[in-house]
């Protein structure tokens, strides 16, 4: 091979080599970049979920138009509803019902559920009841509690407290009765016993599960105010999706799940605030 | 009448009595301000000898007494230290309020014993911290104190260095001898170190493995406190009583 052309074929390769590093280190630069934005900022992993979700319905929408409402008419649909007035109103409503009812469980099952660990007694005569209504959801009530309590909000909160309550009767029993025994031993050999052990020691030991009856109450609230609502209410986000259904606006029904999704993202949050910040030293690990 | 008393105790955990007893025919004695070690091999029953006292539990047959009264429940004069460092303590409470938790004494009178037995077991600094924040050795310390602060007539410690490092543990058996020899104390001490009986005992009971253990001997170590760990004489009683225990753990099962 003539030299010449040997010194072409080298220069080539060398200015090849070149832009290769160039790229190489461009492309290193651009994935440093990307890592160090993954790692300083927490909501881009939401953002890009959000992106992908819009992208992934659009593409849905359009393949089948008739039965998927494309992304942004929904949005606009939902800025109309909230514009009148009527969404807030309805979320507000809905979120309303279910914090009574929900507050309402609480209150009655957890000292149930602690009353079921505590006492021998106790369990032998409700436990029967509470396996057999456990099963028995709260929709299957709603005539019931209709003649009892009347076509208002009572109604609605009953139902919601009743699905409430069987949640939070199991963990509050759970709760005490995974203490670990060295606990309530220490306590006995203090000289701390029967009501002051069950007030000072049985009750605090008890609440991380109790926290987690709570929120698990918290998600099923949401899920019985809408049964509820779509079979017995003139208001709420339940209201809302069922009675868009006659007039064939599915995207009102979307409108209805993404709030309802939103507030309860929003409810979990101010649950998981308040946990952390008034009973960490509980053990309460709420995430 | 000795102080301490466990006159043929059995105990089995099967009501309906098909399988062995864990314990059988087991005697034990313990003068006050004796400090006695109970040696053996794991799983052979130590805890429950102590569960026993401490009045946790009840035995299937025989007496248990200490003061010339039967054991029937807890109480805080019988007071334990549980070889788990973080169950035993109330997580939700700070330093202070756990060393406080079982004083019935006025608020005022509370603060300065609190504050004497905080001093006692050198957590001077840490009385506002939660359990969370505390070191293995550190919470120990605050189990000691607790139960000292009852003003116990015997003091049952389950194996309680047994999960802190070997450091922290050398340092919690000279204070422990240290508080021993102020205060003369009946301790019952369970363990299955041999080096942990010789440092701290006058008296070492060797058990049986269970099931049906019983007390096999019974060594006295004539040596001065405060003891060293690796002094010549200590090392010298470790290797006597080897053989002994030795013997037992030979005896355990392989699982």
Redesign the interface.
Same mark, same amino acid.
């Given at each position: 091979m003539p030299s010449e052309s040997r010194k072409r074929v080298e220069r080539m390769t060398e200015k090849e080599e070149r832009s290769n590093m160039v790229r190489s280190q461009k492309l290193k630069a651009t994935a440093g970049l990307l890592r160090r934005m993954w790692r300083n900022n927490r909501y881009l992993g939401t953002i890009m979920s959000i992106i992908i979700l819009l992208g992934v319905w659009k593409l849905v929408a359009m393949s089948m138009p008739l039965f998927v409402p494309s992304a942004l008419p929904t949005l606009r649909s939902m800025y109309e509803l909230a514009a009148e007035g009527q969404l807030v109103e309805f979320t507000l409503v809905t979120l309303y019902r279910i914090l009574v009812g929900w507050a309402i469980g609480v209150a009655l099952g957890i000292p149930v559920g602690w009353l079921i660990a505590q006492s021998d007694l106790f369990k032998r005569i409700v436990d029967p009841y509470i396996n057999f209504f456990r099963f028995i959801p709260p929709i299957i009530w709603v005539t019931v509690f209709l003649i009892w309590f009347g076509y208002n909000d009572l109604t609605r909160c009953a139902l919601v407290a009743y699905a409430t309550f069987m949640i939070c009767v199991i963990h509050g029993t759970v709760g005490m009765i995974t203490i670990p025994q060295e606990k309530t031993r220490a306590a006995l050999n203090l000289g701390v016993k029967g009501w002051e052990l069950f007030r000072r020691v049985k009750i605090p030991a008890s609440l991380p599960e109790v926290f987690t009856g709570m929120r698990v109450a918290m998600t099923n609230s949401f899920m019985t105010i809408i049964a509820v609502e779509m079979l017995t209410a003139s208001s709420g986000i339940g209201y809302l999706a069922w009675t868009s259904r006659l007039y064939f606006r599915l995207d009102y029904v979307f409108v209805s799940i993404i709030t309802l999704g939103l507030a309860g993202l929003l409810t979990d949050s101010a649950f998981r605030m308040i946990s952390k910040k008034y009973f960490r030293r509980f053990g309460v690990a709420i995430d | 009448m000795a102080f301490i008393e466990l006159t043929d105790v059995s105990l089995s955990y099967d009501t309906k009595g098909s399988s062995e007893p864990e314990i059988e025919q087991f005697n034990l004695t313990v003068e006050q301000g004796e400090f006695a070690v109970l040696l053996g091999p794991s799983g052979c029953g130590k805890s429950s000898i102590l569960n026993l006292i #401490?009045g /946790?539990i009840r035995p299937t047959s025989g007496t248990v007494s200490v003061d010339d009264e039967q054991v029937r429940? &807890? *109480? &805080?004069q =019988?007071? @334990?230290v549980?070889q *788990?460092v973080d #169950? &035993?303590?109330?997580?939700?409470l700070t330093t202070k309020q756990n060393i406080g /938790?079982?004083l =019935?004494t006025s608020q005022a009178e509370k603060e300065v014993l609190v504050e004497k037995y905080i001093r006692m077991v050198h957590l001077t600094g840490s009385e506002h911290k939660?359990p *969370?924040e505390l070191s293995g050795g550190m919470k120990q310390r605050v189990?000691l104190a =607790?139960?000292w602060a @009852?003003d116990p007539a015997v003091l049952l410690m389950d194996e309680p260095f047994a999960n802190l490092d070997a450091i922290t543990k050398e340092i919690m058996q000279q204070e422990l001898q240290d508080l021993w020899l102020q205060t003369k104390k009946t301790i019952v001490y369970v363990t299955h170190s041999i080096e942990e009986a010789v440092v701290l005992g006058q008296k070492v009971l060797i058990m049986t493995a269970g099931p049906r253990a019983h007390v096999k001997t019974e060594a006295r170590i004539a040596l001065d406190y405060p003891r060293d760990p690796v002094s010549v004489d200590v090392i010298r009683y470790v290797r006597a009583l080897r053989e002994d225990i030795n013997e037992e753990v030979r005896k355990v099962p392989r699982r």
């Open positions: - | #401490a /946790f429940e &807890p *109480s &805080p =019988r007071g @334990m549980f *788990s #169950a &035993p303590l109330f997580h939700w /938790f079982g =019935r939660y *969370s189990q =607790r139960i @009852m």
